[in-house]
């Protein structure tokens, strides 16, 4: 890969990620404070914001590790669907 390639890969990714930050922010945070889904959860679970958000991030940690494993068990890609 190019690094015109990968700067447009990239780009395409920051323009996803805005956008998904922008519609779940209205989704998870309704309120004025975007931190208020991770206060709750950790108050739920009797931890602090930072450990409800790391409880968060492993969730999504071990989604990507999966994909990355059946991928190469399976030597075929993932679709950008499974991806996104």
Known sequence: ???EE????????LADIRERLRVKGK???????????FKHAGALIRRSTAQAF??????????????VDNQARSAKPASLDVID
């Open 6 to 13: 990968f700067e447009s890969i990239v780009e395409l990714r």
């Open 27 to 37: 989704e998870y945070a309704p309120s004025s404070d975007r931190l208020a889904g």
């Open 1 to 3: 890969m190019n690094l």
């Open 54 to 67: 790391l409880w968060a991030m492993a969730k999504h940690l071990i989604s990507i590790v999966d994909i």
